[in-house]
């Protein structure tokens, strides 16, 4: 059994709305959706409209895979992510990322929202995930494999890719954005942590927690599809801080570090862009 026909499907379907082939994709997390609104000669397809494609249902998510360029790079995005939470089936959850891999992205660059577990973050900070701890109790990839997606026991070791890692380091001088760097850890949510959990995930090696991105990476990394994810912390992990967690809090840091995430976006997306183009220059 394979997924294939179904991705391929989709693919179709917005093949047919969109002029271009999308070199890179990006999914935008929390409070970053506006990003897609920005990009040059942008086409918005509906979820609704892409076969097999889950609807988001958390505030502060669109529905709409987005066409468009940043500069001259062609650029595909998801403008709103379905989580496991929501209680859609994991290849649900991961069908988005799956059709930016089918649509001929060669990167694609992820963004989420996250709760800061390292002493020496704070709200409204940037950070580069350089590897992950999966805590969701759950894989993307459990089931029979799906040998034309990719191989039944995938390499984790650069599931952040290295290449990548480097070029947004780059892009956060470009865009003159300070850029913390560290693990972050993907739970299932929707609930956020309890204080003794963040002090386990913080023993763990986490210094970031989220609800995201993780089943995103390894349906990637299983593609054989470069991919790597910045966090914008919007708010210190529960018992950090006296004052309790709430999904407001998370909007309003991520509207207020807004500026310094789009620019540390485009800036990754141009850097991602032109290595591309090089590449295929060059081979
Ligand atoms: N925990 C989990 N997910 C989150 C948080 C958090 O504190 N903040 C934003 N997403």
Not at 143 to 164: E, I, Q, V
Not at 186 to 193: H, S, V
Request: hydrophobic share 45%; charged share 20%; with cysteine.
């Amino acid at each position: 059994m394979t997924i294939l026909p179904e991705l391929d499907e989709a693919v179709r379907v917005i093949r047919q709305q969109i002029p271009m082939l999308p070199g890179v994709g990006v999914v935008l997390g929390s409070g970053l959706g506006g990003w897609a609104d920005e990009l040059s000669d942008v086409v918005k397809v509906p979820y609704a409209t892409i076969p097999g494609m889950p609807r988001p249902a958390v505030e502060g998510h669109a529905g709409f895979l987005c066409a468009g360029r940043v500069g001259d790079v062609p650029v595909a995005c998801l403008q709103g992510r379905a989580h496991l939470y929501e209680g859609h089936p994991l290849a649900r959850v991961v069908f988005g990322v799956r059709v930016l891999a089918r649509l001929g992205c060669r990167a694609v660059l992820l963004t989420n929202a996250a709760g800061g577990i390292n002493h020496g973050f704070a709200a409204g900070d940037l950070m580069l995930i350089v590897d992950h701890l999966n805590l969701m109790g759950t894989n993307p990839l459990v089931g029979p494999n799906d040998d034309a997606l990719g191989k039944r026991f995938p390499d984790m070791t650069y599931a952040h890719d290295p290449r990548l890692l480097a070029l947004a380091r780059a892009a956060a001088r470009d865009a003159g954005v300070a850029l913390r760097e560290g693990v972050y850890a993907g739970l299932l949510g929707p609930t956020y942590e309890t204080p003794a959990e963040i002090r386990m995930l913080r023993t763990l090696g986490a210094d970031a927690v989220g609800m995201s991105t993780v089943p995103e990476i390894i349906a990637l990394r299983h593609m054989g599809v470069p991919a790597a994810a910045v966090s914008c912390v919007t708010n210190l992990a529960a018992g950090l801080t006296q004052r309790e967690l709430d999904h407001k809090e998370v909007e309003e840091t991520a509207r207020q570090a807004r500026a310094r995430f789009t620019a540390l976006l485009s800036a990754w997306v141009r850097r991602a862009g032109a290595e591309l183009a090089a590449g295929s220059a060059a081979s």
